[in-house]
């Protein structure tokens, strides 16, 4: 069974720099999007963006100057960069995996646990 | 930007039948899932390509798009479906989320 577990820190000041990494288990990344997700409080989900198996990666627009995900093939591990957060950027974050090759019929079918991140002084 | 719009709330008798509508402009002509999310578990996806069902994930859910409007149907709904449910579609090289509904079973 595939599984996606996520890890980082929970905790950030406002300026700093949110990492949040994700390790699939019992499955492969290979043919898949690495994709974020985040859900701010009493709010819907967002879409940050994804990372496909050859690293290149596709961003939502509203957070693309401050985003960087990353692949680590050898490790089946994806990460989340997030530069200069604030008190907006709050929220529950998620990955999941899509496959790449359902040319965007299917939605993400695993995912992570999520992630609480809070951004406060 | 395109949007998705979902009723906030939707409640249900057990054993009855329970639809969350999802709505955007010329959603018909997209492909639409829905996720399931419950406090405390990874989310599920329950039914990709507006109406196929993952492996696993019980008969009583279905899904149907056409026009603007896109309907989970959970038929003979269980306590353990309460839940948020979330419809997604792809637009323009982004995926677009609707805003959430919260399924009660009561």
């Known amino acids: 069974q595939v599984q996606l577990q996520q890890w980082g820190a929970g905790l950030l000041k406002p300026s700093e720099t949110l990492s949040l990494t994700c390790a699939v288990s019992?499955?492969?990344?290979?043919?898949?999007?690495g994709t974020w997700i985040r859900q701010p409080p009493g709010k819907g989900l967002e879409w940050i963006g994804e990372i496909n198996q050859s690293g290149s990666t596709t961003y939502n627009p509203s957070l693309r100057s401050r985003v960087t995900i990353s692949l680590d093939s050898s490790k089946k591990q994806f990460s989340l960069t997030l530069r200069s957060v604030t008190a907006a950027d709050t929220a529950v974050y998620y990955c999941a995996r899509e496959d790449s090759s359902s040319s965007r019929l299917d939605g993400m079918d695993v995912w992570g646990q999520g992630t609480t991140v809070t951004v406060s002084s | 930007s395109y949007e998705l719009t979902q009723p906030p709330s939707v409640s249900v008798s057990p054993g009855q039948t329970a639809s969350i509508t999802c709505s955007g402009d010329g959603l018909g002509h997209k492909y639409v899932s829905w996720s399931q999310f419950k406090p405390g578990q990874s989310p599920v996806l329950v039914i990709h390509r507006d109406d196929q069902r993952p492996s696993g994930i019980p008969e009583r859910f279905s899904g149907s798009n056409s026009g603007n409007t896109a309907t989970l149907t959970i038929s003979g709904t269980q306590a353990m479906d309460e839940a948020d449910y979330y419809c997604q579609a792809w637009d323009t090289s982004i995926w677009v989320f609707g805003g959430g509904t919260k399924l009660t079973v009561l």
């Open positions: 019992g499955g492969s990344l290979s043919g898949y999007y």
